[in-house]
């Protein structure tokens, strides 16, 4: 039976690969389940796209606005386990866009998707907080549309996050995916650079089949970081 707490203790550095499913315990929905973020619409990728946000930008701010802030939303047992585990030998690499590594006190985090709560003008880059974002998406100096920093469907990652997220892989000798399907590109293709010694292991309810070795804990990630 395999024991992830060993094999923590045992890691000189873990690093942490999340998804949309560690923030569910939150109260803040996944993308594609039957009661996710994407339920009920057609083409819901193309309402969080590069296109919708310029060609209807009215429609993309109803969507982000009604759909994907949770300001009030606590990190959970995950968030403050990895955000322990992290702060003394590790880091965070994130596709959630919700900010609540950090606010569990995660000093390492790597947004590799953005932060909902990080708001600019398109204009003038002229930064807001979100709750003047959620009054209004126009900034009424220069008429610019306000938008989160957050990488849309047809965008380019940030370069940044790309090389921190890759070097997170490539020094890490425990690698724990854990609420995601790992299904999803670029970020699935991350464990391409870790080292040919490094331990995987994917926490999920569902079994995970993944191209390469990993040891699967087949439970609820609450009920496994609990435990730790």
């Known amino acids: 039976m395999f024991d992830l707490k060993q094999a923590i203790e045992k890691a ?4 942490f690969l999340t998804g949309a499913g560690v923030s569910v315990p939150s109260g803040i929905p996944d993308y594609r ?18 296109d919708n946000l310029r060609d209807h930008p009215e429609d993309f701010y109803k969507f982000v606005k009604a759909s994907m802030y949770y300001p009030d939303a606590k990190p959970n047992v995950i968030h403050e386990k990895m955000a322990a585990i992290s702060n003394e030998k590790g880091t965070i690499v994130t596709q959630n866009v919700d900010g609540l ?28 907080n979100y709750q003047q974002y959620l ?36 020094e890490a000798d425990l690698i724990i995916i854990c609420g995601t399907s790992f299904q ?27 191209p390469f070795k990993f040891e699967m804990i087949q439970a609820d990630a609450q009920q496994v970081f609990q435990a730790l």
């Open 184 to 210: 999803v590109a670029p970020f699935s293709m991350l464990v391409n650079y870790a080292q040919p010694n490094t331990q995987i292991v994917a926490i999920n309810e569902q079994r995970l089949r993944l």
């Open 135 to 170: 009054q209004s998406d126009r900034h009424e100096k220069d008429g610019g549309i306000l938008r989160p920093d957050i990488v849309l469907y047809g965008e380019a990652l940030p370069e940044q996050a790309i090389s921190q997220a890759v070097s997170a892989v490539g």
């Open 12 to 15: 000189n550095h873990v690093t």
């Open 33 to 50: 389940s039957k009661n996710g973020l994407y339920a009920g619409h057609q083409n819901p990728e193309y309402l969080l796209s590069q």
């Open 101 to 128: 590594h950090a606010k569990a006190g995660a000093k390492h985090v790597v947004e590799f998707h953005g932060n909902l709560y990080r708001i600019y003008c398109q204009k003038c880059h002229q930064t807001f």
